[in-house]
T-cell receptor, first 115, second 109 residues
Framework: GAGVSQSPSNKVTEKGKDVELRCDPISGHTALYWYRQSLGQGLEFLIYFQGNSAPDKSGLPSDRFSAERTGGSVSTLTIQRTQQEDSAVYLC?????????????FGAGTRLSVL | GQQVMQIPQYQHVQEGEDFTTYCNSSTTLSNIQWYKQRPGGHPVFLIQLVKSGEVKKQKRLTFQFGEAKKNSSLHITATQTTDVGTYFCAGPSNYQLIWGAGTKLIIKP
C-alpha cells in the first residue's frame, strides 16, 4: 500500500445529513491536503496539515466543513448538514515536504453526491 | 495573494497535432510543477522545473520555465489519445501549491 488511500470511493447522502471522508496518507509524509473538485473544474484548496502545526483552514467554504488529523497520519474531513452544492469529488494529497521539492501525491478521491 | 493563471481552458486538437498550455505567475517562483489528470482520475505529478530558462523533455512532452521564473509552458508534439486529460501547473507558496485552473486537452473525433 504505497499510495494515498481515500474512503469511501463514492458516497451518496441526503441533504442535511453529515458525512465523513477519510484519507490515509503515504507513510512518512508530514503534509496532508484536502481539495474539492467540482465537475469539470479545477482544484479548490480546503485545508492543509503540516506535522503538529495548527492546520491552515483558510480554504474551508463554511463552518459546516471541518477536518482533523490524528497522530499526524490519518485525516477525516467532515461535512455537516450537507447541501446539494457540496456534491463534488474530494481529493486528498500528501507530501514529504522536502525543501524545494514539495510534490503532492493524490488519492483517487471520494465522489460525494448529495440528493 | 499569489496567483497562477493558466491558458487556454480547453484545447481541441486532431490526433497528431500539437498542443500547448501556458502558465503565468503573479510572483517569481522557486520552482514550478506540472500534473496530469486523466478523465475520471486524480492529478499525477509529471515534472518539476527549478532553474531559470530550464527545458526538460519527456518523450513528446517539452516543459519550459521562463527566464524570469514567472512563466512556464508544456508542449506536446503529435498528440495521441493517451494524452487526453487536464494538465495543471502549480507553483509553491510556503509548503502549499498554488494551482492553475488547468488546460483540458480534447482530441477531436
Amino acid at each position: 500500500g504505497a499510495g494515498v488511500s481515500q474512503s469511501p470511493s463514492n458516497k451518496v447522502t441526503e441533504k442535511g445529513k453529515d458525512v465523513e471522508l477519510r484519507c490515509d496518507p503515504i507513510s512518512g509524509h508530514t503534509a496532508l491536503y484536502w481539495y474539492r473538485q467540482s465537475l469539470g473544474q479545477g482544484l479548490e484548496f480546503l485545508i492543509y496539515f503540516q506535522g503538529n502545526s495548527a492546520p491552515d483552514k483558510s480554504g474551508l467554504p463554511s463552518d459546516r466543513f471541518s477536518a482533523e488529523r490524528t497522530g499526524g497520519s490519518v485525516s477525516t474531513l467532515t461535512i455537516q448538514r450537507t447541501q446539494q452544492e457540496d456534491s463534488a469529488v474530494y481529493l486528498c494529497a500528501s507530501s514529504p515536504v522536502e525543501w524545494g521539492r514539495n510534490i503532492q501525491y493524490f488519492g483517487a478521491g471520494t465522489r460525494l453526491s448529495v440528493l | 495573494g499569489q496567483q497562477v493563471m493558466q491558458i487556454p481552458q480547453y484545447q481541441h486538437v486532431q490526433e497528431g497535432e500539437d498542443f500547448t498550455t501556458y502558465c503565468n505567475s503573479s510572483t517569481t517562483l522557486s520552482n514550478i510543477q506540472w500534473y496530469k489528470q486523466r478523465p475520471g482520475g486524480h492529478p499525477v505529478f509529471l515534472i518539476q522545473l527549478v532553474k531559470s530558462g530550464e527545458v526538460k523533455k519527456q518523450k513528446r512532452l517539452t516543459f519550459q520555465f521562463g527566464e524570469a521564473k514567472k512563466n512556464s509552458s508544456l508542449h506536446i508534439t503529435a498528440t495521441q489519445t493517451t494524452d487526453v486529460g487536464t494538465y495543471f501547473c502549480a507553483g509553491p507558496s510556503n509548503y502549499q501549491l498554488i494551482w492553475g485552473a488547468g488546460t483540458k486537452l480534447i482530441i477531436k473525433p
